[in-house]
Nanobody, 119 residues
Framework: QVQLVESGGGLVQAGESLRLSCVASGTWLRINTMTWYRQPPGKQRELVADLTDRSTSYSDSVKGRFVISRDLEKNTGYLQMNDLKLEDTGVYYC??????????????WGQGTQVTVSS
C-alpha cells in the first residue's frame, strides 16, 4: 500500500527558507501529479502549488517564492519555500495522484508537517 510521508517542516525566521519533502513509499509506483496544501491556524486548507507532467502552478501568495518539483527516481516531491513570511505559517500537506500496477491511479494524502515562521 502506498503511503506519503512528509518532512522538512520546522520553525524559521521570516526571510529564511525551508524545503519540504513528500516521499511515496512502495515499489513500482509513479507520481503522476503532486499538490501541496496548507492550513493556517484557524483557517481552512488552501492550495499552495500544483505539479503535473506538463506544468506547475502556484497560489498568488507564494508565486515567485515557492518552487514545486518532483524526483521520479526517488518517488519524492518537494516544495522549496524561500523568503518565508509570517503568513506562511501552517500545516503543510502533500497530495499526490500515484499510479501502481495493482491500484491504477489513486489519490493519497500525507500526514502534514508544521511550518512556523517567526518575526
Amino acid at each position: 500500500q502506498v503511503q506519503l510521508v512528509e518532512s522538512g517542516g520546522g520553525l524559521v525566521q521570516a526571510g529564511e527558507s525551508l524545503r519540504l519533502s513528500c516521499v511515496a513509499s512502495g515499489t513500482w509506483l509513479r507520481i503522476n501529479t503532486m499538490t501541496w496544501y496548507r492550513q493556517p491556524p484557524g483557517k481552512q486548507r488552501e492550495l499552495v502549488a500544483d505539479l503535473t507532467d506538463r506544468s506547475t502552478s502556484y497560489s498568488d501568495s507564494v508565486k515567485g517564492r515557492f518552487v514545486i518539483s518532483r524526483d521520479l527516481e526517488k518517488n519524492t516531491g518537494y516544495l522549496q519555500m524561500n523568503d518565508l513570511k509570517l503568513e506562511d505559517t501552517g500545516v503543510y500537506y502533500c497530495n499526490a495522484n500515484i499510479w501502481t500496477p495493482s491500484t491504477g491511479s489513486t489519490g493519497y494524502w500525507g500526514q502534514g508537517t508544521q511550518v512556523t515562521v517567526s518575526s
